[in-house]
């Protein structure tokens, strides 16, 4: 916690409404990157199996991103829909409010749910029995091309399926945990393959939070990161998505603060906030970190 220099969520939302009435400074954005440049850890070589072995990808810098054009809140667009897709235990219903919790403070845009919608709807060309795990998956285009877009109310920055059923985009795929266009301004992820949260609440939750963050980072154009070890860097396996980290890097940081007119001091306090009541010791250190660094000598 950070004390009297902390802000409520409420605050930060109030700030955020505030600074969106006007265009973001550049120039102040990219002072506050420099700022927690030297805090960035680099990107491993790859592993064999990793994702930048199979997906060799230029990345994105943010002058890159900001001559992209890309979805972001503007005064039309200005909330995150998510839509439960199939049935929700308790817990289950628990973790989509606390990733819902995150998103809000990560990009400063309010989340809303929409009414759930059962899976019965689901026809069979967009379903399957795993090969080998024989376990149902729903076709990721279906949702993301059928279901979703008539579904998106007319003020969405971002709609997204959250759903318990594991998810396959298509031939020569065996899984994906989530998938988002960066076009359609629509998503879906899935809690399938994320473990037990009965059993392993705290590394469920890390998970959830990570696809959610990265697949909500795709909606507003922002690509894959090569720039250093971040939140928006590909993923081939679990493993290789626990090694990396929840929080953006500071060149994938500048398009979050930009696309969303958040401040970054505000923004940051009202994530290690999120990560102190919610057992993520790792990403309250570092938000922290980065907090410490942007508020010294001011």
Sequence with gaps: MLGAGAVTLATFLFAHRHAAEKAPNVLAIRAAAYKIELLQ???PRPGPHDWLTSHPEPGQTFDQYLASNPNRPTAARTAIYILPLGSFSPTQRRLVDRTADLVTRFYGVPVKTLEPLDLTGIPERARRVHPITRAPQILTGFVLDEILPPRRPKDAV??????????????????????????????????????????DAALVLRRTLSVATHEIGHMLGIEHCTAHACGMNGSNSLEESDRGPLPFCSECEQKVWWACHVDPVARYASLIDFAATNDLPREAAEWKARWEALTSGR
């Design 41 to 43: 850890k680099p990107l």
């Design 158 to 199: 971002a709609t997204i399926a959250f759903t318990t059923s594991d998810l396959w985009p298509g031939e020569g795929w065996n899984f994906v945990f989530g998938e988002a266009s960066l076009t359609n301004r629509v998503g879906v992820w899935s809690l399938a393959r994320y473990g037990d949260p009965e059993k």
